[in-house]
C-alpha cells in the first residue's frame, strides 16, 4: 500500500514557495551557526538584494506563519518549529545548507 506514517502527511507540513525556503533556510543556518539570528540586512547581503526586498520577504514569511518577530527587537526573527522540522527533512535545505551556506556566514560574520 501507498501511505505515508501519520506524523509525515504533507497537508501539515508547511508551504512555501523555493525563494521562501531558500531564505527560511538561511534564517535557520545562520542562527545554528552564528549563535543569534540574522539582521535583515544580513539577508540582504547574503541574497544581494534592496532593503524594501529583504523587508518584505521577511513579512511575507512572518504572515504566512513560517517565523516570529518580536517588535521593537533587533535579530528577533525566529523560524518556527514546525518549519525547521519540515526544512531539515526537505532536499531543498540539505543542499542549500551543505553547498552554499556555511562558507558564506564565516565571510558576514568576519565582515
Known sequence: ????????????A??????QGQYLA????????IGRPPAEADLQRFFQVTPPSVHQMVITLERNGLIRRRPGTARSIEVLRK???SL???????????NRLADR???LAAG
Request: proline share 9%; charged share 25%; net charge neutral.
Open 83 to 85: 518549519v525547521e522540522e
Open 88 to 98: 531539515e527533512a526537505s532536499k531543498l535545505a540539505r543542499e542549500w545548507h551543505l
Open 26 to 33: 538561511f534564517i535557520h543556518a545562520y542562527t545554528l551557526v
Open 1 to 12: 500500500m501507498n501511505h505515508m506514517p501519520e506524523g509525515c502527511r504533507p497537508a501539515c
Open 105 to 107: 556566514l564565516v565571510g
Open 14 to 19: 508547511p508551504r512555501f514557495t523555493p525563494k
